[in-house]
Structures are given as C-alpha cells and as structure tokens.
C-alpha cells in the first residue's frame, strides 16, 4: 500500500527577523512534521548567516516558525558579535 505523504503535511510559516526588520512568511512551507519544520528553520538560518555575514561587527538573525494556526512553535536566534582587542 502506497501512503500519500501530502495528505498528512502541515504549513508552517517561517517569518524572519534580520537586525530588528521583521519580514512574515505569507505562503508558508509544507512539513512533515515539526521535526521537519525543525530541521527546515535551522537549514535557512544557516543559509541565511552564510548570506548575511561578513556584514559589520553586529547582526542578529531570528527566525519563528507558526503552525497554521499562528501559534509559534519554535524560534531559532543566531547573534554574531565581532570585537577587536584582548578581553
């Protein structure tokens, strides 16, 4: 027996914070599962930092992912601080 993996996926929405701008996610993406909505919101901080940095001494970095009822289930936070000089 075939399983139809669309039938059991779920929308989360992404919506990313970047040094204070916040930009909500309005489509959403299709999970699995929130173990896959884990594993999708760490990939894209990551990619988003790899896009983001080098960009000055500070960037702050958050993304929350809602469930389709707007309720927020996770959020993954990336603060990047360079100093110069011995602490």
């Not at 929308?11 to 909500?24: A, K, R």
């Not at 601080?81 to 602490?87: I, N, P, V």
């Amino acid at each position: 027996m075939v399983r139809d993996v669309r039938a059991t996926m779920t929308i989360y929405y992404f919506d990313v914070e970047e040094n204070g701008e916040l930009t909500p996610d309005r489509a959403g993406v299709e999970c699995t599962d929130f173990n896959h909505a884990k594993k999708e919101a760490v990939r894209a901080i990551v990619d988003m930092t790899r896009d983001a940095l080098p960009d000055g001494d500070h960037h702050e970095l958050q993304l929350t992912v809602r469930d389709k009822s707007g309720a927020v289930v996770l959020e993954v936070t990336l603060n990047f601080d360079a100093r110069s000089g011995s602490r």
